[in-house]
């Protein structure tokens, strides 16, 4: 077991970029993840790296598909209002088959909101990143060790699926400290025949060498854009079917099922312990990746719970994929704080207690 | 013997552009300074959005295609990336001076060591002809057809002037294509806004004063013409910033 130290979950999923080889921080300041750029500021030159704060969040995303397109891994960070502008590019990176790791440490919206946690943009991550078809690979982090290990993950997935892995964390889990180990093993290198780095002729004699790379996303033929969806869909099925992450709490003799990640995952288990000793048989399924969401598990834990409590910081998002997810043939409650406050315990002790009335027999 | 010949940066791909219109000049010019300094095999150009989008279809080298107005972002992730490598963008007015406006002035600001070729023909030409930033007073567009109003949608944006002001420009240059001398003093201009990139003297811009016969509604002749009696009174020529000239003189 490595040795634990006591970061912040900002700066330890900084340091996590640079062990996944991120070499490329660009980005704007931004509460409550200007830790993320501050770290890279002061790493990035100690070690060769590039850091460069740019003049929005618009060039910043931009800046990203310059590196990636040139074969590197980068990535950038920001918060709510400043994801929105991103939007832009993640549809770029999508068009264009592009890798790179994106930050978004939520606060409350919509427009310039509050500054306090939030997990409001939950659909904006997994359903609406941008104009057009595509997807994200979102994950969401409850820990700080998951800050990291999640970074180092998203790295990995980026460059194996040429996508965007998208952080999806909350106000609390940039600002809190705990103990992490920094220990993630080996990177993963993937070729990348398909960069711009040149086509490799020389200045003596003026040749050209290999035909030119483009990274494009302008498809004007409608059967040829088609043609393109219909492949990079095909490639998010293998991510559906292959990388979906989840963790199961107290779910073995369950009747009431909470779903919830990051922060709220935190509250509910803390609920799920009071609720169990007032007598309430009640677990938790938390989505540690929110896309691909885990489907299969929600529908399996249907034909065994008698009822779900989708517990978010948002009024009510998340919720509509397990109603998708189940089919709805359980009730769905929803457990909701927005515009920055947290739930506590008791609160979601006090909707277990509901779901547990109106849930019925099996 | 061959006296003249395409250049061996351009591909075999036909050009997509009107009848007169003088992108494929500029193309042949930016193709031929990769061909005499030889860099083709090392260089990245940045396509943007507007009539030269396709750009990456005709330019040998590789080729990356950005959103409207972030060519020069685009470039530097690329150019920060690999410093080695030689890196362009190709963009029109409506993408570099009105969407773009803050992507150019802070890749100057910061000194990028890229090279961009600014086409200006005042108006959007792709979209067919609507106004643009560097629209004339008085001029007609489909989006101004009762011509430019300076009362109410302001002045046009005098690129090379407003970035001769940015401290980390090293050189900026405005050049026109609407006759052989013209055209001649553009090739030396792009030129050398190449050579100063592989001599890693920074950030050059060339704005290159062009015609847009389709949507001007004039011959190519005529559009020539148009360029030299209202454009150049406008958009004057020369050198706007050559920092490094300005050193060696001191």
């Known amino acids: ?362 | 013997m061959v006296v003249f010949e395409k250049p061996k940066a351009l591909t075999d791909a036909v050009l997509h552009y009107c009848p007169g219109c003088t992108h494929g000049i500029i193309h042949r010019l930016v193709a031929e300074a990769l061909d005499e300094l030889k860099i083709t095999g090392e260089t990245i150009g940045i396509a943007s959005v507007g009539c030269s989008v396709m750009a990456y279809n005709y330019f040998a080298c590789d080729m990356v295609q950005a959103a409207h107005g972030r060519a020069p972002a685009v470039a530097t992730g690329v150019k920060r990336a690999n410093p080695e490598n030689i890196v362009f963008t190709y963009q029109g007015d409506g993408d570099l001076a009105a969407i773009g406006t803050a992507e150019t002035v802070h890749s100057a600001a910061r000194g990028e060591n890229i090279t961009i070729i600014f086409v200006n023909n005042a108006i959007y030409g792709m979209t067919g002809g609507q106004m643009a930033p560097t629209s004339l007073p008085g001029q007609i567009t489909q989006t101004s057809p009762y011509g430019r109003n300076v009362e109410t949608v302001g002045y046009p944006v005098k690129i090379c002037e407003m970035l001769s002001q940015v401290d980390g420009a090293s050189y900026l240059e405005r050049v026109a294509v609407d006759s052989v001398r013209n055209i001649n003093n553009a090739k030396k201009a792009i030129l050398k806004a190449f050579r100063n990139q592989v001599e890693g003297k920074g950030f050059s811009l060339i704005e290159v004063l062009s015609t847009c016969p389709t949507n001007w509604g004039l011959s190519p002749e005529k559009a020539q013409e148009w360029l030299r009696e209202n454009m150049i009174p406008y958009y004057p020529l020369g050198v706007y910033k050559d920092k490094y000239a300005e050193e060696a003189d001191k």
């Open chain 1, 1 to 362: 077991m490595a040795e634990k130290v006591l970061m912040k979950g900002n700066e330890a999923l900084a340091e996590a970029a640079i062990m996944a080889g991120c070499r490329h921080y660009l980005g704007y300041p931004i509460t409550p993840q200007t830790e993320v750029a501050a770290y890279m500021a002061k790493r990035m030159p100690q070690i060769g790296g590039v850091f460069l704060q740019a003049e929005s969040e618009i060039a910043a995303i931009n800046m990203v598909i310059g590196v990636s397109a040139a074969g590197k891994r980068a990535m950038t960070s920001s918060s709510s209002p400043g994801v929105s502008l991103k939007s832009e590019g993640l549809s770029y990176l999508a068009g264009c088959d592009l890798p790179a790791f994106v930050v978004n440490v939520q606060r409350g919206g919509p427009g310039l909101g509050g500054i306090q946690p939030s997990q409001s943009d939950y659909f904006m991550a997994t359903h609406a990143g941008g104009h057009g078809d595509f997807h994200m690979i979102v994950l969401a982090p409850a820990s700080v060790q998951e800050m990291v290990s999640l970074t180092f993950k998203g790295f990995d997935l980026a460059d194996k699926y040429r996508m965007t892995s998208m952080i999806l964390a909350d106000g609390t889990m940039g600002q809190m400290m705990e103990p992490v180990s920094l220990d993630m093993g080996e990177i993963t290198h993937y070729d990348k025949p398909w960069a711009v780095t040149g086509t490799g002729g020389s200045r003596e004699p003026n040749s050209i060498g290999r035909p030119h790379n483009i990274i494009n996303s302008l498809l004007l033929q409608p059967e040829e854009l088609e043609r393109f969806n219909f492949e990079r869909y095909a490639r998010y099925k293998v991510v559906e079917e292959n990388e979906v992450m989840y963790e199961e709490y107290m779910m073995e003799d369950a009747d009431i099922c909470l779903v919830a990640f990051g922060v709220t995952a935190r509250v509910s288990k803390n609920a799920i312990k009071i609720a169990r000793e007032q007598g309430i048989k009640v677990g938790l399924i938390r989505p540690i990746t929110l896309w691909p969401f885990p489907k299969a598990v929600l529908r399996n834990a249907a034909e065994k719970v008698r009822a779900f409590v989708s517990v978010e910081l948002s009024m009510g998002q998340m919720i509509e994929d397990v109603e998708l997810a189940t089919r709805c043939i359980r009730p769905v409650l929803l457990c909701n704080r927005t515009g920055g406050v947290i739930m506590t315990p008791e609160e979601v002790v006090a909707k277990i207690k509901e779901a547990d009335e109106i849930g019925g027999s099996k």
